[in-house]
């Protein structure tokens, strides 16, 4: 018989649905960061501390793009993670990692309608090109608040530089032997989620990236996961409100 003050062992499976949704919405959010840098707004509307360097080297004189730019970015996407995290918090209802999707997919379809096909690699500027920053910004920014914790390990699909920190720490109390099943799989699930990202910033670069309709199809893409959300099992993939 086990002692009763000895930690039991964390049994629960690595690869869970919630888990591949969070994997999903990483890839999208390199896809997006990707097409969004190379094609029409010459910024990340998820990676802000690109936007942040972006913002430095304006205000410096060197930058390539209005320092307005990244700074909107920065504050749209600021905003819509309050908002996200407002609906989640207050609205207690199932589905609501589906709605919040449902709320991405809204913001990404007026990119699409207001940024139309988006031919060579032309930045967008002016008014619309603010609009679209926006819109696009704020989506990655609700994006956020989808899925705040995956198998265990608190992670964020649009903020690599705290992945690649987590990872980092993770892998140095594995070696000191603290918490080592914990974050073995720490590990595991941040590298999943930060190679996720790099393939689907791949993407963005190629050919799926160069598609005049890009956009359209990262709007696709969400609402295939937003519709896999709520129609799933609530015991099989569980809602956006999951355990801290």
């Known amino acids: 018989m086990l002692p009763t003050d000895l930690p039991l062992p964390d049994r629960r499976p690595l690869v ?15 896809f997006v960061d990707a097409v969004a840098y190379d094609r029409f707004l010459g910024i ?9 360097v972006f913002l430095g080297t304006a205000i410096g004189g060197s930058g390539q793009v209005s320092g307005w730019h990244p700074a909107v970015s920065m504050v749209a996407f600021a905003l819509a993670i309050i908002v996200g ?16 999707l449902g709320v991405e997919l809204v913001l990404l379809v007026l990119v699409v309608v207001i940024a ?8 967008v500027g002016g008014v619309e090109g603010y609009v679209l920053i926006v819109l696009t910004s704020a989506a990655m920014g609700i ?17 690599v530089t705290g992945a690649i920190d987590h990872i980092g720490a ?8 603290e918490g080592r099943i914990r974050d073995e799989r720490a590990v595991v699930v941040l590298l999943f989620v930060l190679v996720a990202y790099v393939g689907g910033a791949a993407l963005g670069a190629a050919a799926p990236g160069e598609w005049r309709w890009a956009m359209a199809l990262a709007a ?23 355990p801290q």
């Open 44 to 52: 990340f509307p998820a990676n802000q501390s690109g936007n942040a």
């Open 220 to 242: 696709g893409f969400v609402a295939v996961v937003a519709a896999f959300w709520l129609v799933a099992p609530r015991q099989v993939l569980g809602d956006a409100e999951a």
């Open 16 to 30: 869970r649905p919630a888990l591949v949704v969070a994997l999903l919405l990483a890839a999208l959010t390199g």
């Open 116 to 123: 139309g096909p988006i031919d060579g690699v032309d930045l």
């Open 85 to 100: 995290e407002l609906i989640r918090r207050r609205w207690r209802a199932p589905r609501v990692g589906a709605a919040l």
């Open 143 to 159: 994006q956020t608040t989808v899925i705040r914790h995956v198998a265990g390990t608190a992670v964020s699909t649009t903020y």
């Open 170 to 177: 993770a892998v140095s109390r594995v070696m000191t032997r």
